[in-house]
């Protein structure tokens, strides 16, 4: 019989990946994300990570995000502090930061016709921009990393007087255009609703879509800090 020599160290399953594998296997709720949705993602996450992943909304896939890339940086923007509260309980090791929205999905019709001005144009980081879609009161970390993949999975917007995702799609593309180089994953979730749809359009532009797969969008949006004249969509 054949037997593995441990006493010099071997290769161990870290704590957090089995922590999410028992989470799974024993839990009935399941991720918003269709099987087929989330494997657009994990492709690009198994040629990018370990990476910077930055996801709106926390979820009951949030885990799985957190797991895939392994060894990167993943942080979550959630609307629900009381949420918040009640994951970090269970899964303290994700990092997840409380945001407001200023928006309502009833001003998406002005919103997307402000964001077609030149102060929305412009590259510029989100956080001094004069775009009024612009997200500026996020954690000061969020406009500080080089995001490889961005997911627009929140905030909520399935009724008039929710907060929307415009915001969320304008600033996922303004960070991507604004990086000193290369290009940035973008996945926008729940595309069969107008905003999603219209704004994904809009601001991440058809030209830089890859994918659409059901309800999930794929973008790749490059930088364009070094070539200014760049068209905001191609």
């Known amino acids: 019989m054949r037997t593995t020599d441990c006493s010099s160290p071997c290769n161990k399953i870290p704590p957090s990946l089995a922590q999410t594998l028992i989470h799974y296997t024993t839990s009935t709720i399941t991720p918003q994300q269709t099987l087929k949705e989330i494997s657009v993602t994990s492709r690009v996450l198994e040629k990018k990570s370990p990476c910077n992943f930055l996801i709106f909304g926390l979820g009951h896939d949030s885990l799985m995000w957190h797991s895939l890339n392994y060894g990167g940086r993943t942080i979550f923007l959630e609307e629900d502090e009381a949420w918040i509260e009640q994951i970090k309980r269970r899964f303290p090791m994700l990092e997840s930061y ?137």
């Not at 007087?161 to 799609?169: F, H, K, Q, Y």
């Open 98 to 234: 409380h945001v407001t929205y200023d928006s309502k999905v009833n001003q998406a019709n002005d919103l997307i016709e402000v964001g077609k001005g030149p102060e929305c144009i412009a590259i510029s980081d989100p956080k001094y921009s004069m775009c009024q879609l612009a997200l500026k009161s996020l954690p000061s970390q969020v406009y500080e990393i080089k995001w490889d993949l961005i997911m627009v999975d929140a905030p909520t917007g399935y009724h008039e007087e929710a907060p929307g995702r415009m915001t969320a799609i304008y600033t996922a593309g303004m960070m991507a255009r604004n990086r000193e180089d290369g290009e940035t994953d973008i996945f926008v979730h729940d595309v069969n609703r107008v905003v999603e749809d219209k704004y994904s359009k809009e601001f991440l532009c058809e030209g830089y879509m890859k994918k659409q797969e059901a309800r999930l969008r794929h973008f790749t949006i490059p930088s364009h800090r070094n070539s200014l004249n760049k068209p905001f969509c191609p």
